[in-house]
């Protein structure tokens, strides 16, 4: 308990949409330096991409709950396309339906971060709390790599590669 | 002209007018090939220009989410290449050229949990790919008719400048020569004549 009051203490509030301001790596030595192994072996795995581990085994029940839910919006929204109707979405918010591909990642991260809001509330210096915490630090370097300058270099890379030389 | 020599025969001067001849009936022929041919050029050049702006304009459309691109979560180099350009083979005035026809893309399947943007920016690239294969296809065309068409230029000088000025100045000496020659024989007649009028007198 200990442990994880000081390592919560320890680490900078988050708040959606700035800078991280501490690398994954720094989180996971952190971490790592802090918890037992038992906990940090827990979590290790927890991934905002992946409700289960390589496993198959779920970290935290109520994340995988969000991710599945989410992942289900994900298959109407594109079923929806492809069949050129309106989706009928569970969870994610109606906005996202219109908005274009950026303002859509952003919503739904968005989202994300706000269900990460409910599955904390009430958890205080706990082990959800930490894992918690290295989810939104996921969301926010994934927020903070869109970058329109490299992003053009990306699609540029694929639509206009350079030509390879004749031998 | 100058250092061909010139036989100064009927057969021959009958061949320099067959040559003037053919040469005056394939001059405009060429001249027409040669207009034909770059305003085919021009069209293709207007088309490639057409497709530039497109591509710009998509570019343009895409400008407000093309940040998503770099997710730090995503390669999207990894979901779409291209396979094939699929083209067919067309006479375009009167050249052999490859047509665009489609392409042939390679593209990895998305999970359902694959971020949504993936599915945009597949189509955005699947669009660009398309209009920039077009561009190349229609460069290389335009490479192939300026080849020709420089040929065809190159034809055009040979006849104005000297095919058909040789035939003529051909035609014009040897016409020249022979009526010297028949005028010569008819006087040679003539002092044979008289020369044997004046025996017989004698």
């Given at each position: 308990m200990s442990n994880l009051v000081y390592l919560m203490c320890s680490l900078p509030s988050l708040k959606f949409?700035?800078?991280?301001?501490?690398?994954m790596d720094e989180f996971t030595e952190e971490s790592k330096s802090q918890l037992s192994a038992k906990h940090f072996k827990k979590l290790e795995p927890v991934d905002i991409y992946q409700a289960t581990d390589s496993e198959g085994k779920v970290s935290l029940k109520s994340i995988a709950v969000m991710l599945d839910e989410m992942k289900e919006d994900m298959a109407e929204l594109r079923a929806a396309k492809a069949q050129r109707r309106t989706p009928g979405l569970a969870?994610?918010?109606?906005?996202?339906?219109?908005?274009n591909p950026l303002e859509r990642e952003k919503l739904i991260m968005r989202w994300q971060w706000e269900e990460l809001d409910t599955i904390v509330s009430g958890e205080s210096f706990t082990l959800t709390e930490v894992m918690v915490y290295k989810l939104r630090l996921q969301i926010l370097n994934r927020l903070n790599s869109f970058n329109k300058e490299r992003g053009s270099q990306v699609l540029a890379s694929v639509v206009n590669p350079p030509k390879k030389k004749e031998e | 002209m100058a250092g061909v020599k010139i036989k100064y025969t009927k057969t021959e001067r009958a061949r320099q007018k067959k040559i003037l001849k053919v040469s005056l009936r394939m001059l405009p022929l060429f001249e027409a090939m040669e207009k034909s041919l770059m305003s085919t050029i021009n069209t293709i050049a207007e088309r490639i220009e057409e497709i530039r702006q497109e591509i710009d304009r998509n570019n343009r459309k895409a400008e407000p989410w093309v940040?998503?691109?770099?997710?730090?979560?995503?390669?999207?180099?990894?979901f779409i290449s291209v396979n094939k350009v699929i083209t067919k083979h067309v006479d375009v005035a009167g050249v052999r050229v490859d047509q665009y026809e489609g392409v042939d893309f390679n593209v990895e399947p998305v999970q359902?949990?694959?971020?949504?943007?993936v599915d945009d920016a597949i189509e955005l690239m699947k669009v660009q790919l398309q209009l920039m294969a077009e561009i190349d296809c229609l460069e290389e065309q335009i490479r192939l008719l300026e080849e020709e068409l420089l040929d065809v230029r190159a034809r055009i000088k040979l006849f104005e400048n000297r095919r058909i000025p040789n035939a003529k100045t051909a035609i014009r000496k040897i016409g020249q020569k022979l009526q010297d020659d028949e005028r010569l024989t008819i006087a040679t007649a003539k002092v044979v004549k008289t020369s044997q009028k004046e025996g017989v007198m004698a």
């Open positions: 949409g700035q800078v991280p301001p501490i690398s969870r994610l918010p109606l906005a996202v339906v219109h908005a | 940040a998503v691109m770099s997710d730090s979560h995503v390669d999207i180099t990894s359902d949990d694959t971020p949504l943007w």
